[in-house]
């Protein structure tokens, strides 16, 4: 009993400083290797899962995810910057009749609020105008949203 207790009372303390390196913005280290060692066998799945990810949803935090995005203004995407925060707007393509529609404007959506730019891939030299690729860092349920405008909408960014 006493020897459960101890190793209990180690798998907390495992954790613990796991939670507290994650929290300091340090990162986890050799102590996030995921091995039941090192999360301890009293820690609760979702202590473990923060020791491994250095992120806690308890508080908010969540997984992010590297989405590659085509923005259809290549000249806007040479203004941004690694670590710049964006917003991603979604507008479905012009239709030859929808200029002179005044009454039919096209509706635009926000898809991602503050994305957070994580690179910016050197642009082919072919000479389209096929909008301009950029890779942001956003949640997984965020990046699904990108994908699937994508694929019906023309994309657009503002720098927050």
């Known amino acids: ?37 090192d ?17 806690d949803p308890a508080r908010g935090e969540v997984d992010l995810v590297s989405a590659p995005v085509r923005i259809a203004d290549a000249a806007t995407v040479r203004l941004l910057r690694r670590g710049d925060r964006v917003d991603v707007i979604a507008a479905p393509p012009l239709s030859p009749g929808s200029l002179s529609s005044p009454e039919r404007e096209p509706e635009a959506r926000v898809v991602a609020r503050g994305a957070r730019v994580s690179e910016i891939p050197r642009a082919a030299e072919d000479g389209t105008d096929g909008g301009a690729l950029v890779v942001l860092s956003v949640p997984r349920t965020t990046a699904a949203q990108l994908a699937g405008a994508s694929t019906t909408s023309r994309l657009a960014v503002t720098v927050c």
């Open 39 to 55: 999360t301890g066998a009293g820690a609760s799945p979702d202590a473990a899962a923060t020791a491994r990810s250095g992120r």
């Open 1 to 37: 009993m006493l020897r459960q207790r101890r190793a209990t009372a180690a798998g907390l303390a495992v954790t613990a400083a796991a939670l507290a390196a994650a929290g300091a913005g340090g990162a986890v280290g050799a102590a996030g290797t995921g091995s039941s060692a």
